[in-house]
């Protein structure tokens, strides 16, 4: 069982050497600068281990190379951190081993935010967190980023998972990616107990009804060559914002070469619109570890331009996800939230003036028996 502790455990420095192109920060509570938004956040809950939970690390800071953590990248960034404050608590919140939960984050070079004011905000929200902050470096991508549909998509942030194999620790070789706009309501470590079978390199929900060839120009299905790459496959699509990934396997195949090596035609021949997608679906559509849709409940940002809102699908629910054009932090703050919105509120830690936004009182009944905890 999953103990909850009052008291804060006392916060311990320790300043770790890391690879050239990243550092890491597992230190002591920092105070923020009070003209800073990030102030706003309120200290998290303390999640503490039940004695069923075992580590083999010893005192209050785990490393990464610890054998009995569940590793979970993300990115971070001043435009979606509420968000990911808000993952990061669903996720604990859940877990049977909150204190077994080692947060690997990927923060850009040139955010608004610097990573060190990133990782003051982390540690000052969740102080007895493990973690460890990454600066990537854009240029390692710039150059192979093409034009999108969406300005956004064309983040380079939006790449980093591509390179989780060089930036991560050599001795993490399996890791959990999610997205900064999603929530966990179950406990983290049935994901990441998952089995890759065969020499699949990732596993994800698979959407076999979409209509696979959208992702993909005319151009390139007229092609003869590029089109045969699906041939000894049944392609799906599949949403990459919630990823389990086999760091070692990704390692020995090279698989970051491969995804590059597909971007790079890319900037010489257009065979695709969307972001960072498509790469990873010429790689490994076809040939994913087929995981159950209760974990990526996605779709539910919806799009503000129509002001559309988007229901669950059916079934249980283990993550939601609001990939599209709207944010639930946005919808209500401007008080025009979606029903579901209002399932991502009760992890928002951000302390605004008026945060108030009470949810209908219908939404509990018709909404809370879709989940599956």
Not at 212 to 233: C, G, M, N, Q
Request: hydrophobic share 40%.
């Amino acid at each position: 069982m999953r103990a909850e502790a009052s008291r804060l455990l006392p916060a311990a420095l320790s300043l770790l050497l890391f690879l050239p192109f990243c550092f890491g920060i597992r230190t002591f509570r920092y105070e923020l600068p009070s003209s800073t938004v990030f102030t706003r956040f309120s200290e998290a809950p303390e999640y503490r281990n039940g004695a069923e939970c075992s580590s083999s690390s010893t005192g209050d800071t785990a490393t990464s190379c610890d054998p009995s953590l569940v590793h979970i990248a993300m990115t971070l960034d001043s435009e979606y951190v509420r968000g990911s404050m808000a993952a990061i608590h669903s996720v604990l919140k859940h877990a049977s081993c909150p204190e077994n939960v080692f947060f690997h984050f990927i923060a850009a070079e040139f955010d608004q935010a610097t990573p060190r004011e990133l990782s003051k905000l982390v540690r000052s929200t969740f102080p007895s967190l493990n973690f460890k902050v990454y600066i990537f470096r854009e240029d390692t991508v710039i150059n192979l980023i093409s034009s999108s549909i969406r300005l956004a998509l064309e983040n380079p942030l939006n790449y980093a998972r591509n390179y989780l194999g060089d930036i991560l620790d050599s001795c993490v070789d399996r890791v959990i990616y999610l997205d900064s706009d999603v929530v966990v309501v179950d406990d983290i470590h049935k994901l990441w107990n998952i089995k890759l079978s065969g020499s699949r390199v990732i596993g994800a929900p698979e959407y076999c009804h979409a209509n696979f060839t959208k992702y993909f120009t005319e151009k390139f299905w007229s092609d003869p060559v590029l089109s045969r790459i699906f041939a000894s496959r049944t392609p799906c699509y599949f949403n990459t914002g919630v990823m389990v990934m086999d760091l070692a396997r990704w390692r020995i195949g090279n698989y970051k070469k491969k995804i590059e090596s597909w971007m790079e035609l890319q900037k010489r021949t257009r065979i695709y619109d969307l972001g960072s997608l498509p790469p990873f679906l010429l790689v490994f559509a076809g040939n994913v570890e087929p995981i159950d849709h209760q974990w990526n409940q996605h779709g539910l940002g919806g799009d503000n331009v129509k002001d559309s809102c988007r229901t669950l699908h059916p079934g249980p629910v283990s993550l939601l996800h609001w990939s599209g054009k709207g944010k639930p932090w946005v919808r209500l703050d401007a008080k025009k939230p979606c029903l579901l919105d209002h399932l991502w509120k009760p992890y928002d830690l951000y302390r605004a003036q008026d945060s108030a936004s009470p949810a209908p009182s219908s939404y509990s009944s018709t909404l809370i028996s879709y989940l599956s905890y």
